[in-house]
């Protein structure tokens, strides 16, 4: 879940969500661990091979999020996809560090 949708739904809950109990927020799309490190790959543009330590436990195979109460009461929804989302962290990041704003060593 990108930041800025984050932030809308934490802007609408004052107005819209107060004293109706936990409203969750999230994406219903499942996401594997493989198919996000293939989508950070992508957004890199480097030629990155992904590996996975397969002696270690595997874990859940995805998870997502029911966030019916949130776009009922908050009239909120995911305005931000996944790999739009990582596009845009990684941009900024990238940026950050060749401006040297992060400090950052291979």
């Known amino acids: 879940l990108f930041v800025g949708d984050v932030v809308d739904a ?5 107005l819209k969500g107060m004293g109706v109990g ?3 927020i999230g994406t219903a ?4 661990i493989a198919e996000l490190a293939s989508m950070i790959v992508e957004v890199s543009e480097k ?3 992904i590996k996975f330590d397969l002696d270690k436990p595997e874990g859940d195979g995805g998870r997502s999020g029911d966030y019916n109460k949130a ?3 908050l009239d909120w ?3 931000t996809l996944l790999q739009d989302g990582l ?8 940026n950050q560090i060749l401006m040297n704003k992060i400090d950052f060593e291979v």
């Open 77 to 79: 929804d995911v305005y």
């Open 29 to 32: 799309t499942q996401t594997t």
């Open 22 to 24: 936990p409203i969750q």
């Open 10 to 14: 934490q802007l609408r809950l004052p």
């Open 71 to 73: 776009n009922k009461l």
């Open 87 to 94: 596009k845009q962290t990684y941009d900024w990041a990238e």
């Open 47 to 49: 030629d990155i091979q």
